[in-house]
Protein backbone atom coordinates (compact mmCIF):
# COMPACT_ATOMS: atom_id res chain seq x y z
CA UNK A 1 0.00 0.00 0.00
CA UNK A 2 0.54 3.57 -0.42
CA UNK A 3 3.37 5.39 2.21
CA UNK A 4 3.67 8.74 2.75
CA UNK A 5 6.78 10.48 4.96
CA UNK A 6 6.35 14.29 5.63
CA UNK A 7 8.98 16.20 6.93
CA UNK A 8 9.60 18.35 9.15
CA UNK A 9 7.66 17.24 12.02
CA UNK A 10 7.81 20.76 13.49
CA UNK A 11 8.76 24.33 11.97
CA UNK A 12 9.23 27.53 13.10
CA UNK A 13 9.40 31.00 11.26
CA UNK A 14 9.72 34.28 11.43
CA UNK A 15 6.12 36.16 10.56
CA UNK A 16 6.57 37.30 6.97
CA UNK A 17 9.01 34.66 5.96
CA UNK A 18 8.07 31.86 4.24
CA UNK A 19 7.45 28.38 5.18
CA UNK A 20 8.31 24.70 3.06
CA UNK A 21 7.15 21.41 4.51
CA UNK A 22 7.94 18.45 1.99
CA UNK A 23 5.99 14.73 1.43
CA UNK A 24 7.15 11.74 -0.13
CA UNK A 25 5.23 9.12 -1.33
CA UNK A 26 5.64 4.89 -2.47
CA UNK A 27 3.02 4.28 -4.99
CA UNK A 28 4.01 5.66 -8.62
CA UNK A 29 -0.08 5.34 -9.14
CA UNK A 30 -0.89 7.86 -6.78
CA UNK A 31 -2.22 10.94 -8.26
CA UNK A 32 -4.20 13.13 -6.21
CA UNK A 33 -2.46 14.85 -3.28
CA UNK A 34 -4.37 17.28 -1.01
CA UNK A 35 -3.02 19.31 1.93
CA UNK A 36 -5.15 19.66 5.09
CA UNK A 37 -4.55 22.45 7.71
CA UNK A 38 -5.72 21.81 11.18
CA UNK A 39 -6.19 24.32 14.14
CA UNK A 40 -6.12 23.16 17.84
CA UNK A 41 -8.67 21.18 18.54
CA UNK A 42 -10.52 21.39 15.11
CA UNK A 43 -11.52 19.57 11.80
CA UNK A 44 -8.98 19.49 9.40
CA UNK A 45 -9.87 21.62 6.35
CA UNK A 46 -8.65 21.15 2.73
CA UNK A 47 -6.43 24.25 1.68
CA UNK A 48 -5.02 23.33 -1.54
CA UNK A 49 -4.98 20.11 -3.55
CA UNK A 50 -3.35 18.52 -6.78
CA UNK A 51 -3.41 16.06 -9.38
CA UNK A 52 -0.75 14.06 -11.45
CA UNK A 53 -1.49 16.16 -14.59
CA UNK A 54 -0.39 19.29 -13.30
CA UNK A 55 3.37 20.11 -12.14
CA UNK A 56 2.15 23.55 -9.68
CA UNK A 57 -1.08 25.18 -8.25
CA UNK A 58 -1.06 27.84 -6.41
CA UNK A 59 -3.63 29.73 -4.36
CA UNK A 60 -2.73 33.66 -2.95
CA UNK A 61 0.10 32.70 -0.40
CA UNK A 62 -0.28 28.70 -0.77
CA UNK A 63 1.57 26.78 -3.83
CA UNK A 64 1.65 23.12 -4.09
CA UNK A 65 4.89 21.82 -6.41
CA UNK A 66 5.15 18.24 -7.18
CA UNK A 67 7.58 16.40 -8.58
CA UNK A 68 6.11 13.01 -10.05
CA UNK A 69 9.37 11.36 -11.06
CA UNK A 70 11.30 11.97 -7.51
CA UNK A 71 7.50 11.09 -5.81
CA UNK A 72 7.59 14.06 -3.86
CA UNK A 73 5.38 17.12 -3.32
CA UNK A 74 5.71 20.46 -1.39
CA UNK A 75 3.66 22.94 0.37
CA UNK A 76 4.83 26.62 0.21
CA UNK A 77 3.14 29.58 2.18
CA UNK A 78 4.68 33.12 1.64
CA UNK A 79 4.90 36.25 3.52
CA UNK A 80 3.28 34.12 6.54
CA UNK A 81 1.07 35.38 9.23
CA UNK A 82 0.12 34.40 12.86
CA UNK A 83 -2.99 32.50 11.55
CA UNK A 84 -0.78 30.33 10.12
CA UNK A 85 -0.32 28.36 12.69
CA UNK A 86 -1.12 25.05 12.89
CA UNK A 87 -0.75 21.43 12.46
CA UNK A 88 -0.30 20.58 8.33
CA UNK A 89 -1.31 17.29 6.87
CA UNK A 90 -0.55 15.96 3.02
CA UNK A 91 -1.79 13.28 1.44
CA UNK A 92 -1.77 10.65 -1.30
CA UNK A 93 -4.11 8.49 -2.95
CA UNK A 94 -4.38 6.70 -6.49
CA UNK A 95 -7.89 6.31 -8.50
CA UNK A 96 -9.61 2.84 -7.56
CA UNK A 97 -12.76 2.85 -9.30
CA UNK A 98 -14.63 4.47 -6.52
CA UNK A 99 -12.92 3.11 -4.05
CA UNK A 100 -10.52 5.87 -3.80
CA UNK A 101 -8.95 6.49 -0.30
CA UNK A 102 -6.28 8.56 1.34
CA UNK A 103 -2.92 7.96 2.92
CA UNK A 104 -1.93 10.88 5.30
CA UNK A 105 1.71 12.10 6.54
CA UNK A 106 2.14 12.51 10.15
CA UNK A 107 2.05 15.91 10.28
CA UNK A 108 3.82 18.93 10.33
CA UNK A 109 3.33 21.57 13.38
CA UNK A 110 3.86 25.04 12.02
CA UNK A 111 4.49 28.11 14.78
CA UNK A 112 4.58 31.49 13.00
CA UNK A 113 6.58 33.44 15.91
CA UNK A 114 5.42 37.37 15.90
CA UNK B 1 -26.04 22.68 5.12
CA UNK B 2 -24.32 21.02 8.25
CA UNK B 3 -21.97 19.44 6.35
CA UNK B 4 -20.45 16.17 8.35
CA UNK B 5 -21.96 15.90 11.94
CA UNK B 6 -20.83 13.72 14.48
CA UNK B 7 -22.06 12.94 17.90
CA UNK B 8 -21.00 12.74 20.51
CA UNK B 9 -18.39 15.18 20.52
CA UNK B 10 -16.77 14.15 24.09
CA UNK B 11 -16.97 10.47 25.73
CA UNK B 12 -15.27 8.21 28.46
CA UNK B 13 -15.89 4.98 28.90
CA UNK B 14 -14.55 2.52 31.07
CA UNK B 15 -12.03 -0.66 29.80
CA UNK B 16 -14.69 -3.10 28.34
CA UNK B 17 -17.36 -0.87 27.53
CA UNK B 18 -19.43 -0.55 24.30
CA UNK B 19 -20.23 2.36 21.91
CA UNK B 20 -21.08 3.45 18.86
CA UNK B 21 -19.90 6.34 17.39
CA UNK B 22 -22.68 8.68 14.65
CA UNK B 23 -21.98 10.16 11.80
CA UNK B 24 -23.81 11.95 9.10
CA UNK B 25 -23.65 13.93 6.27
CA UNK B 26 -25.89 16.45 3.98
CA UNK B 27 -23.74 16.79 0.86
CA UNK B 28 -24.88 13.92 -0.91
CA UNK B 29 -21.59 12.13 -1.15
CA UNK B 30 -21.23 8.42 -1.60
CA UNK B 31 -18.11 7.84 0.02
CA UNK B 32 -17.54 8.17 3.75
CA UNK B 33 -14.33 7.31 6.01
CA UNK B 34 -13.60 6.85 9.56
CA UNK B 35 -10.13 7.84 10.80
CA UNK B 36 -8.35 8.38 14.31
CA UNK B 37 -6.18 11.04 15.25
CA UNK B 38 -3.37 10.13 17.73
CA UNK B 39 -0.47 12.31 18.41
CA UNK B 40 2.74 11.74 15.93
CA UNK B 41 0.53 9.16 13.82
CA UNK B 42 -1.44 11.50 11.80
CA UNK B 43 -5.11 10.31 11.01
CA UNK B 44 -4.92 6.72 9.84
CA UNK B 45 -7.68 5.29 8.27
CA UNK B 46 -9.93 2.72 10.22
CA UNK B 47 -12.92 1.96 7.36
CA UNK B 48 -14.17 3.63 4.72
CA UNK B 49 -17.72 3.02 2.74
CA UNK B 50 -17.59 3.96 -0.78
CA UNK B 51 -21.48 3.60 -1.66
CA UNK B 52 -24.19 2.60 0.42
CA UNK B 53 -24.24 -0.79 0.86
CA UNK B 54 -20.06 -1.63 1.01
CA UNK B 55 -17.72 -1.46 3.27
CA UNK B 56 -13.90 -1.98 3.67
CA UNK B 57 -11.03 -1.85 6.27
CA UNK B 58 -8.20 0.73 6.20
CA UNK B 59 -5.33 0.68 8.06
CA UNK B 60 -6.30 -0.24 11.34
CA UNK B 61 -9.56 -2.22 11.69
CA UNK B 62 -9.08 -4.05 14.50
CA UNK B 63 -11.52 -4.00 17.20
CA UNK B 64 -14.23 -1.74 15.39
CA UNK B 65 -17.11 -2.54 13.14
CA UNK B 66 -19.16 -0.45 11.04
CA UNK B 67 -22.71 0.00 9.63
CA UNK B 68 -23.43 2.29 6.15
CA UNK B 69 -27.20 2.64 7.42
CA UNK B 70 -27.92 4.48 4.21
CA UNK B 71 -26.35 7.01 1.98
CA UNK B 72 -26.01 9.87 4.63
CA UNK B 73 -25.29 7.96 7.88
CA UNK B 74 -21.77 6.08 8.80
CA UNK B 75 -21.34 4.64 12.30
CA UNK B 76 -18.47 2.98 14.01
CA UNK B 77 -19.11 0.37 16.89
CA UNK B 78 -16.57 -0.31 19.76
CA UNK B 79 -17.38 -4.01 21.25
CA UNK B 80 -15.59 -3.88 24.19
CA UNK B 81 -13.17 -0.49 24.67
CA UNK B 82 -9.59 -1.02 25.80
CA UNK B 83 -7.34 2.11 26.24
CA UNK B 84 -5.50 1.27 23.38
CA UNK B 85 -8.55 3.24 21.42
CA UNK B 86 -8.50 6.48 23.33
CA UNK B 87 -7.87 8.96 20.54
CA UNK B 88 -9.83 11.43 18.77
CA UNK B 89 -12.09 10.15 16.03
CA UNK B 90 -13.10 12.03 12.92
CA UNK B 91 -15.15 11.25 10.23
CA UNK B 92 -15.23 12.15 6.67
CA UNK B 93 -17.26 12.18 3.40
CA UNK B 94 -16.24 12.72 -0.09
CA UNK B 95 -18.02 12.24 -3.72
CA UNK B 96 -16.55 10.16 -6.05
CA UNK B 97 -17.23 11.62 -9.55
CA UNK B 98 -13.93 10.83 -11.83
CA UNK B 99 -10.94 9.45 -9.48
CA UNK B 100 -10.65 11.57 -6.12
CA UNK B 101 -12.18 14.52 -4.89
CA UNK B 102 -11.67 16.03 -1.42
CA UNK B 103 -12.96 14.93 1.79
CA UNK B 104 -14.50 16.65 4.07
CA UNK B 105 -14.39 16.25 8.14
CA UNK B 106 -16.55 16.44 11.01
CA UNK B 107 -15.21 18.38 13.99
CA UNK B 108 -14.45 14.57 15.73
CA UNK B 109 -15.58 12.77 18.65
CA UNK B 110 -12.71 12.39 22.15
CA UNK B 111 -12.89 9.32 23.12
CA UNK B 112 -11.34 8.46 26.50
CA UNK B 113 -11.35 4.72 27.82
CA UNK B 114 -10.25 4.16 31.24
Known amino acids: GENVEQHPSTLSVQEGDSAVIKCTYS??????FPWYKQELGKRPQLIIDIRSNVGEKKDQRIAVTLNKTAKHFSLHITETQPEDSAVYFCAASRNNFGNEKLTFGTGTRLTIIP | NAGVTQTPKFQVLKTGQSMTLQCAQD?????MYWYRQDPGMGLRLIYY???????DKGEVPNGYNVSRLNKREFSLRLESAAPSQTSVYFC?????????????FGDGTRLSIL
Open chain 1, 27 to 32: DSASNY
Open chain 2, 27 to 31: MNHNS
Open chain 2, 49 to 55: SASEGTT
Open chain 2, 92 to 104: ASSVIIVGNQPQH
